[in-house]
């Protein structure tokens, strides 16, 4: 399954994803309230390249997923392939991000924020592994 792989539109998703993070949890966004409902300063955060190679890699393990999905029900269009990406992360990625959260006890807004986001994440992967599929 793997040798089906477009590795061009998983490395493309990758990058279409990380650029949706980045701005997400820029300050023109999200980056403010995030911290606040993380309770930590920007110098609490640590160094930011552990975070930026772990999204690096945790992305492109889904990019891969999404391609073999993808590939598996035989999607054919940006709108089947949105449709798609938005079922994944219903079923798979937002359902147990809400549940870890809930155990966590972190606020809602937290929550939102980071859903959000691997919701536009995963949508923006399936639009670019459509298009470069």
């Known amino acids: 399954m793997l040798q089906s792989i477009n590795w061009l539109a998983v490395g493309a998703a990758t990058l279409a994803a990380m ?18 409902e993380l309770g930590k300063t920007p110098e609490q ?10 999204s690096v890699v945790m992305y492109m393990i889904a990019a891969v ?5 993808f590939s598996w029900k035989g999607v054919a269009s940006l709108g089947d392939a949105l449709m798609t990406a938005g079922t994944i992360w ?4 937002g359902s147990m991000e ?10 809602a807004v937290f929550s939102l924020i980071n859903c959000g ?17």
Do not use: C, E
């Open 19 to 36: 650029v949706v993070g980045s701005l997400w949890y820029s300050p023109l966004m999200f980056m403010k309230r995030w911290q606040a």
């Open 45 to 54: 955060m640590g160094n930011p390249m552990l975070a930026v190679g772990n």
């Open 65 to 69: 997923g999404l391609s073999m999905a």
């Open 90 to 93: 219903l079923v798979f990625v």
């Open 98 to 107: 809400l549940l870890h959260d809930r155990y966590n006890g972190v606020s």
């Open 117 to 133: 986001n691997t919701l536009v994440s995963f949508l923006a992967m399936g639009a670019v592994i459509q298009a470069l599929g």
